[in-house]
């Protein structure tokens, strides 16, 4: 009996070292970017498990949508990931993002060799002062070059 309880208490620690939970949970949902002519842009994620999530990005013109990206984050060989596939865009194939910098609610993602982006920066500002006049969460990102020249995206939770 005691060699039973030993070995479940040894599987139980070996299980609690290698799991990782997803720092990304936050991304669930959608979430919106109005633009002043009406229109506006979507991303909408979810959870598929503990080390992966699924993003769209998508164009809302009136009511016409068209699909720009399908992105995932995951969390493979110890790094996250983030592998966004635009149609139009490199053969229509999915580009690697490595995530190399995390600090606090800032998230960094890479890749050099990639003609642009070669940077993408994800910022989460939750509201969490329910006084604030703020209206929601709210979400930026960044799409750069090394140099910094890029263009950013602000959008707030659906």
């Not at 299980?15 to 991304?27: A, E, H, K, V």
């Not at 149609?87 to 609610?105: I, M, T, W």
């Amino acid at each position: 009996m005691t060699r039973w309880f030993t070995l479940i208490a040894f599987a139980f620690l070996a299980f609690s070292f290698t799991y990782t939970d997803n720092p990304f949970r936050w991304l669930e949902g959608s979430w919106e970017m109005k633009k002043a002519n009406g229109n506006c842009r979507l991303e909408i994620w979810s959870s598929l498990n503990d080390h992966e999530m699924t993003g769209k990005g998508i164009s809302v013109k009136g009511v016409d949508s068209t699909l720009l990206e399908n992105i995932q984050l995951v969390f493979k060989d110890n790094f996250y990931w983030y592998i966004p596939t635009v149609p139009d865009q490199n053969n229509a194939q999915p580009v690697s993002f490595k995530l190399v910098r995390s600090h606090g609610s800032n998230y960094t993602f890479e890749n050099p060799d990639h003609d642009f982006p070669q940077r993408i920066v994800y910022h989460f500002k939750p509201v969490t002062d329910l006084n604030s006049p703020a209206v929601g969460d709210t979400l930026f990102v960044r799409v750069e070059s090394l140099t910094g020249n890029g263009m950013d995206f602000h959008f707030l939770r659906k």
